[in-house]
């Protein structure tokens, strides 16, 4: 095959095991976890005890080794009923692929097992209080220190933080060296000087614990730098290229949820003596919404056969995938709310949650704007 993707036995059979799962033991519990902001370490043991947390990871080092379409398909279900939950997975792939991408065969042996497994969540760790888009200006600083490095820094808006006992870090070994100064670490929650500030009160995926993470003198072994010193942003910037598709997935997840409860409703409520359903301006915006989230779905699906094949395009078509879904989840859960009326405005009905939770797959693993830039810089190259 040399473009598009293929939907095999394997991935429609896994996602019906998935679709139990959520079924089971995540969907009931998606409004309270909403509700209290609390991190569900339920549904994570849920993820762990079913081998979902590991499904990045190859089977040497006790992951199962799939491709990333599977990766995706699960994002996508598990969105579809609990955004917040969905986060569990989606960041443990991206904690993991500084790891996936530089760590050593022997540091792999060493930390994989216990992120396989989910006995490790693993945290990532870019954005600073003052360096969001421009990562590349982050503060933080990593000094060899004997056989040790210091880390010194604030590390903003980091995904389970509170949950964590891993993190992938990226800091300065060279301060006046712009991105090439940057490198990757491995740092653990036990560490000296290492600790995590207080949770962020946020719009959605409120029980995604988001918190500041701080480095006084950190102190880890030599050992924990990833890859090469000064390669750190490239890796970063390649993680992106393999977790922004998943943030799509995640998106087409939530935008599906929407449409089951919003078809789900209009069926039921009744206005003019008739389901509001039946009327043609209800039809026809479902039938945008649902056009629309088919759309992102084969372009998300597109591009993880594309992280899985090596193509040259990867970073193009995530980008792509990652700004297509997180604009059709926005407005398909506006939609959701509005043909719910004045329901679909209150907690009684899902809706409401999904609009407030889809509006972070526009802003996180870099905005739309930033999206945006990536696709015409891979048009364009750099023009000055
Ligand atoms: C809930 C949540 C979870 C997150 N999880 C993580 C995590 O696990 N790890 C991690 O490292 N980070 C994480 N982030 C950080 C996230 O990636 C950043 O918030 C994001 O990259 C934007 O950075 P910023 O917030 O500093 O916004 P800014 O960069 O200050 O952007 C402000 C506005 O300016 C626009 N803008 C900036 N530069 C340009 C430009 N060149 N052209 C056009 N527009 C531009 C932006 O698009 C945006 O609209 C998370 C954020 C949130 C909210």
């Not at 990871?57 to 996508?76: K, R």
């Not at 490239?234 to 919003?262: C, E, N, P, S, W």
């Not at 919404?289 to 395009?313: H, P, S």
Request: with cysteine; aromatic share 8%.
């Amino acid at each position: 095959m040399a473009d598009g993707y293929e939907l095999t036995e394997e991935h429609l059979s896994f996602r019906e095991v998935v679709r139990e799962i959520c079924a089971d033991k995540i969907a009931p519990r998606a409004a309270e976890i909403d509700a209290t902001g609390e991190f569900p370490w339920d549904v994570a043991r849920t993820l762990a005890d079913n081998g979902l947390l590991g499904l990045h990871i190859a089977e040497e080092y006790g992951g199962s080794g799939a491709d990333t379409l599977t990766f995706c398909i699960l994002v996508e279900e598990v969105a579809r009923v609990c955004a917040s939950s969905s986060v569990i997975p989606l960041v443990q792939k991206l904690g993991s692929m500084p790891l996936l991408m530089a760590a050593s065969h022997e540091q792999k042996q060493r930390w994989f097992p216990a992120i396989a497994s989910g006995g490790d969540l693993i945290s990532y760790c870019i954005s600073e209080p003052d360096a969001g888009s421009d990562a590349a200006g982050m503060r933080t600083t990593a000094v060899r220190d004997g056989d040790a490095w210091l880390l010194n820094g604030t590390k903003s808006w980091i995904s389970m933080a509170s949950a964590s006992s891993a993190f992938a870090v990226l800091a300065k070994t060279d301060p006046d060296a712009g991105a090439r100064g940057v490198s990757a670490f491995y740092v653990r929650h036990d560490d000296p000087g290492f600790s995590v500030g207080r949770a962020e009160h946020k719009l959605g995926i409120r029980g995604s614990p988001t918190c500041q993470v701080h480095f006084d003198d950190c102190r880890i072994p030599g050992d924990r730098l990833l890859g090469e010193e000064g390669r750190g942003f490239t890796y970063a910037m390649q993680a992106f290229d393999h977790t922004r598709l998943v943030v799509g997935a995640q998106a087409v997840g939530i935008a599906q949820g929407a449409i089951d409860a919003a078809t789900g409703y209009v069926r039921q409520r009744r206005q003019f003596g008739k389901p509001v359903g039946a009327f043609q301006g209800v039809q026809f915006m479902l039938a945008d919404m649902v056009t629309e989230t088919v759309a992102a779905r084969q372009l998300v699906y597109l591009a993880a056969a594309k992280a899985d094949r090596g193509d040259d395009d990867l970073t193009l078509y995530s980008s792509m995938a990652k700004l297509k879904a997180g604009d059709v989840a926005m407005r398909v859960t506006v939609d959701a709310v509005q043909l719910h009326g004045g329901y679909g405005y209150t907690t009684e009905y899902p809706v409401e949650r999904y609009m407030r939770d889809a509006k972070i797959t526009q802003i996180y693993e870099g905005t739309q704007e930033i999206q945006r830039l990536v696709i015409g810089r891979q048009l364009l190259g750099r023009l000055s």
